[in-house]
């Protein structure tokens, strides 16, 4: 029953319901704090496909707009509600750990300055990613493939690129690295084509993509995984 | 793409002018990270960029009748946000000025609210990052049949109907695999980001 209806919800959300079925999902949803929190997530996926900004993943302020409108909406508990949010602001706890002592230990008041915040944590996070270690590691993670780079770029996202080349057929791909922290990093090792580079900075998720085969990938990952050394 | 979001906010948008809250709340559910956005192109303190969205969805419902459906929610929603952030910074300038020209005189000098790039904080754009790499990653170890639902639908815009004829098969078959895609990738990104694992590790 209730798979039914996330299905309608899932079709909600793509504009494919017809104007009663909207109605019957709407009821339902309003009594059931699950199926609210499925259509959250749905969005929160579908954002994730297009290109657009996805804003802040980690405000909810439905509560406040439904209370200031005098509407009641049946939330799950704490403990449970917006878990995605929840990680999301994990994951963006340990980036600011990640982006180093220094701002992480500045006067609070920086954190509600998201521009500031930007500006400072990139320039933590590109000298992270730019050190002449990191770029050894990427070296030895293509060793033996007769890979060669071709170019480097860091971009003001905290991400790092390198394309690399391999000339004996031509194919190319792409090695990417966003900074991550160690305690993210045993709970993402079960993933066979995502790992992690270490740097005296901090922890660096990796992902491989290009016209290569997943082989290649993920023999590129096992070389870059560092955990154990 | 665009034109089934649209639909599918202007079949919420026709229930919220029939007072069922319940499809604000979905819309509002939507939108509000893109709302704080917005106005935090104009504000610098993400706690007032809240306040400043939530104060624009109070304006956009009270004022839903309005809302003649020839553009887009969003589009209507961006535009009530981007006024509400612009006369808050007004009645702030204003209140700049009488402060400062009691105190030295001084005319026409930006107060520093203003001109601020906006957009995320980078922990939100790490986190956007994270997110769609997880997406993409698992997108590829969905079920070949459930994969090319889910792609012709998010990478080509198709509406149900045309990837049923696509993949010649019926429009409710469609409907069950995308869902189901869904549904997995949700359960796949939920696991990489467990707080509970990560809390026991």
Redesign the interface.
């Known amino acids: 029953m209730k798979e039914a209806m996330?299905?309608r919800i899932?079709?909600?959300?793509?504009?494919?319901?017809s104007?009663f079925e909207?109605?019957r999902v709407?009821?339902e949803?309003?009594n059931d704090p699950e199926l609210?929190e499925f259509?959250?997530?749905?969005?929160?996926?579908?954002l994730?496909?297009?290109d657009?900004?996805?804003?802040?993943?980690?405000?909810?302020?439905?509560s406040?707009?439904?209370r200031?409108?005098g509407?009641s909406?049946t939330e799950r508990s704490k403990e449970s509600s917006y878990?995605?949010n929840?990680?999301?602001a994990?994951?963006?706890?340990l980036?600011?750990v990640l982006?180093g002592t220094y701002f992480y230990t500045a006067s609070s008041s920086s954190?509600?300055?998201?521009?500031?915040?930007?500006q400072e944590?990139?320039n933590k996070?590109n000298e992270a990613i730019n050190s002449p270690e990191a770029i050894s590691l990427l070296d030895n993670a293509v060793q033996g493939m007769n890979a060669k780079l071709q170019s480097i770029d860091s971009g003001d996202?905290?991400?790092f690129y390198a394309d690399y080349r391999i000339p004996s057929n031509g194919k190319t791909f792409k090695v990417?690295l966003?900074?991550?922290d160690s305690?993210?990093n045993?709970?993402?090792l079960e993933?066979s084509?995502?790992s992690y580079l270490r740097t005296k900075n901090g922890i660096f998720?990796v992902?491989v993509s290009g016209n290569i085969s997943d082989e290649t990938k993920n023999q590129i990952l096992k070389n870059v995984n560092l955990k154990d050394k | 793409m665009a034109n089934k979001d649209r639909d599918s906010d202007l079949a919420l948008v026709r229930r919220v002018k029939k007072g069922e809250y319940a499809a604000f709340d979905l819309l509002v559910l939507k939108y509000q990270s893109r709302a704080i956005a917005i106005a935090t192109k104009y504000v610098k303190d993400l706690h007032l960029a809240e306040d400043i969205a939530q104060e624009s969805f109070f304006k956009a419902y009270k004022s839903i009748n309005t809302f003649r459906e020839e553009s887009a929610f969003y589009t209507w929603l961006y535009r009530i946000t981007a006024n509400t952030a612009i006369n808050y910074l007004s009645s702030k300038k204003r209140k700049s000025e009488l402060l400062e020209s009691d105190l030295s005189n001084r005319e026409g000098e930006a107060i520093d609210i203003f001109d601020i790039p906006g957009g995320e904080s980078p922990e939100d754009i790490l986190n956007a990052n994270f997110l769609r790499e997880e997406i993409l990653i698992n997108l590829g170890k969905l079920p070949e049949e459930i994969r090319t639902a889910v792609t012709l639908r998010e990478f080509e815009g198709l509406s149900y109907e045309e990837i049923a004829n696509i993949i010649d098969c019926p429009l409710g078959t469609v409907r069950s695999r995308i869902f189901r895609g869904r549904e997995l990738l949700q359960e796949t990104i939920s696991q990489t980001m467990d707080i509970k694992k990560i809390g026991n590790n």
């Open positions: 996330k299905e899932s079709a909600l959300a793509d504009g494919e319901l104007e909207v109605r709407l009821e949803i309003e609210r259509w959250k997530r749905i969005q929160l996926i579908k994730g496909f297009g657009q900004p996805l804003g802040f993943l980690s405000s909810d302020i439905s406040r707009v439904a200031e409108l509407q909406i878990i995605l929840g990680k999301l994990l994951v963006a706890c980036s600011v982006s954190i509600q300055y998201p521009d500031l915040f930007a944590a990139s996070i996202r905290g991400q990417s966003s900074p991550l305690k993210m045993s709970n993402r993933s084509r995502v998720l992902s």
